[in-house]
């Protein structure tokens, strides 16, 4: 029986508590799908087509880790794609309560899916996407908590909405 996974986030950007997470589930299911969520609410740094580009890299040479853009409903994508589950990473207790209530909440809309949640490594519970920016925005060092073709794209992000004449080619 072939168990596909559908690992979704906004992924903005992706950072080594994603990739950690998804390595780990790559171990426990046949596949995953990592889901670049396109619209969430919340403001995004990267456009879907940038997101779903770094991601793919870094997940480059993972064998059962594919990337895709979805919209809609988390659920609904599964579905389509035949995931049977949906992974879940926790850092913090309050990633639980969140996390706890969105997993009802697909289990009523679609019973059929279950929700897995791993839990990060110790060494990822300081890392978020929110995090990141705001310390690349000022122009710290994020290195070690993304890969480094990431830093190099936070960094061109920047300098391009610091100075709308900087180029945006990568």
Do not use: C
């Not at 994508?77 to 697909?106: C, I, P």
């Amino acid at each position: 029986m072939h168990i596909r996974a559908l690992y979704p986030g906004s992924f903005d950007p992706t950072h080594y508590g994603h990739i950690d997470i998804a390595y780990r589930a790559a171990r426990i299911f046949d596949e995953v799908i990592v889901g670049v969520y396109d619209l969430p609410k919340k403001t995004l740094l990267f456009s879907i087509e940038q997101r779903v580009a770094l991601a793919r890299q870094a997940y480059e040479g993972a064998e059962n880790i594919r990337v895709a853009p979805f919209s809609g409903f988390t659920v609904d994508y599964a579905k389509e794609v035949g995931a049977t589950v949906v992974v879940r990473g926790l850092r913090l207790f309050s990633d639980f309560e969140f996390e706890f209530r969105m997993g009802l909440a697909n289990k009523k809309l679609a019973p059929e899916i279950e929700t897995v949640a791993i839990m990060t490594d110790v060494k990822h519970v300081y890392i978020s996407s929110s995090t990141i920016r705001e310390i690349a925005e000022l122009g710290g060092d994020v290195s070690g908590m993304t890969p480094p073709f990431i830093v190099e794209a936070l960094k061109r992000r920047y300098a391009e909405l610091n100075n709308p004449r900087v180029s945006t080619q990568a």
